[in-house]
């Protein structure tokens, strides 16, 4: 019998089979009662004194009680409750069968009764207030059930996941996502989210695709595939029009690809992906392993050996004077020849130790060219062992009172899973924390510098000091190398006084702001990779479009002298610079002057040391060879400006400089 019972005469029932809850379903329910009351009866028990006990619905009635403590209800606020006679079985039983019966609602279901809601005339912040939810999560809910009919009345029969129904929605175009999904529906090969979001996004797909390159022309016709070319199109503009088949027949490559370099390599597995990258959600839940470059063998060694000799007899080439047109040319391409050789060389594989790589993976990805490659990281999976027994114990301290630490026994397994779902809530807490995100990165690549073998490695983030191409060299007289070492001079180490990473973090957090953001300069600084502005192996076209973005005045920073630049060109390069700043008349008037000669008078007319017209001196401090300057921001700067006329961004650098006691080039500056 269903009867109205007072709040304050309802009591928890030993007898509940229920003795875990959700904080945060525990406050939808709250709001949700809040807004449209109690929907469903509490089951109760008889008890002394007037009192009942809940043998099912203590979750409705702990809501109940804390709306009552917010005053929200009265505290004798009537309940309704069938009440049970006084059977301990059946009060137990009744708890177990309204808890154990439960079924959560299908996310088309949410999805179709909030935009119900929605179409009644409420908010998504209403909705998220009504029932305790986010409106993030509300708002996707209600783009699920704008999908195509077909693909909602899939979800809602199970036929498809969340993800998949998700990676539908990366269009609004119902159309397209009822084409791909019946597209997906005839595949013999089953489509992941990733593959579906691209094919929603591309109707068709060029010749020159990835994995058109990948799967190749002949495969894709003998497999059915259509083809479509304009009058124009060539292999590479045509459209390819079954999209579904090429990623069916891209992907079966991969994997056969993967199953392949696994087997090669002697890896655990090989994960493979059609992208170009290693996406997040291909590396979720696997723990970065950690490796370093094969260190070279005794070949590579005598060979990088033979390359360095090789590399100075051109370079003597190019050097002397009396060499001819016909043996510079060779003697560049020689250079870049040994070059690219030597970096080959040096750019070294990385490696684990042997024990790791039977239980290691890695990431195959699809390069721009159509080509698979093998991501050099290696990856632990937390997978159970095949023979099953992943329940080692583990001695973990689980709580500290009065009478000393409480210990229990928890397996290998269960450890692991609890620390990776507490890395996640403090990430997601970090993830909204910009401040403390930005003190952590920092302080991280700050603190790897510092030899602690006391304490494991709290983040994954690495940030040193790049190999160069010639190891350990330092440029004389340079001054941005100068500038460099001053600056990290001036830095605020007091924070290393710490005995641990968190001691010296909180110390490294009470630096004020320009400290700390002295350290982030730096240390980003410090990891930028050494380019040159030309074509081949030397150029990275990102340095060149950061130093464009920054507006770096190039000839404040590096003069051409007889030892960093003219005695290593040769002559004719001298004088096609001469020519650049002063015209014919100035490049003539040094033709007939010996090579080492030439460079020492080069060296004076570009450091501005010479009597000669106003415009050839400006034009002269303003020149650095082409393949120094950064980006077009720096070429255009440089060719028509006086060398004092430069923007804030390189004020900036200037006064940081002269902030620790250097000048970038005074001569320039002087002029």
Known sequence: MISGIPLNKLAPS???????????ADAELKASIAAVGLLQNLVVRAAPKGRYTVEAGERRRQALTALADDKILPRDHPVACLVLDADDANAVESSLTENFQRLNMNPADEAQAFATLVAEGARAEDVA?????????????LRLANLAPVVFEALAAGEITLDLAKAFGATSDREIQARVFGQMSTSYYALNAASIRRMVLSETVRGNDPRARLVGREAYAAAGGRIERELFDDED??????????????????????????????????RPTLDNYASHELTTGLTRLVSEPAPLSDDD?????????????????????????????AAETEIERIDHESRTIRDRPQVIAPELRPQAGMILTLGRDGTPVLQPVFYGEGAPRPDGDDDDGVEAVTEKGAA???RSVLSKRLVDELAMQRRDVLSLHVASDPSLALDVLVFMLADADTTDWKNKAASTLRGGVPNGPILGFEPADAPASAGLAEFRASLDESWRVGDDPAARFDLFRNLDDEARASWLGFLVGRTLEASLNLDGDRRIGFIDHL??????????????????????????????????????????????????????SAERVFAGATITE????????AWVPEVMRFGEQDTADSADTPTDAVDDNGDEAIDAASAVGLDPVPEARAA
């Open 547 to 600: 130093g464009g973005i920054v507006g770096i005045d190039m000839a404040r920073w590096w003069r051409p002298t007889a030892a960093n630049y003219f005695d290593r060109v040769s002559k004719q390069v001298i004088l096609d610079a001469l020519g650049d700043v002063g015209g014919p008349e100035l490049s003539s008037r040094f033709a007939s002057v010996k090579k080492r000669d030439l460079a020492m």
């Open 301 to 329: 060694v005598a060979r990088l050996e033979v390359l360095d000799a090789a590399y100075d007899e051109q370079a003597a080439i190019l050097e002397d004077e009396d060499s001819d047109d016909d043996a510079i040319a």
């Open 614 to 621: 106003v415009d050839v001196r400006d034009r002269a401090l």
């Open 129 to 141: 207030r009504r029932f305790g939810l986010t409106v993030r999560f509300v708002e996707g809910r």
């Open 237 to 270: 503009s045509e459209a390819w029009l079954d999209v579904a088949l090429l990623e069916q027949l891209a992907t079966a490559r991969m994997e056969a690809e993967a199953r392949a370099l696994a087997e090669q390599h002697g890896l655990a597995w090989v």
């Open 14 to 24: 030993p007898r509940n089979v229920r003795k875990h809850s959700d904080a945060a």
């Open 404 to 406: 000393g630490p409480r």
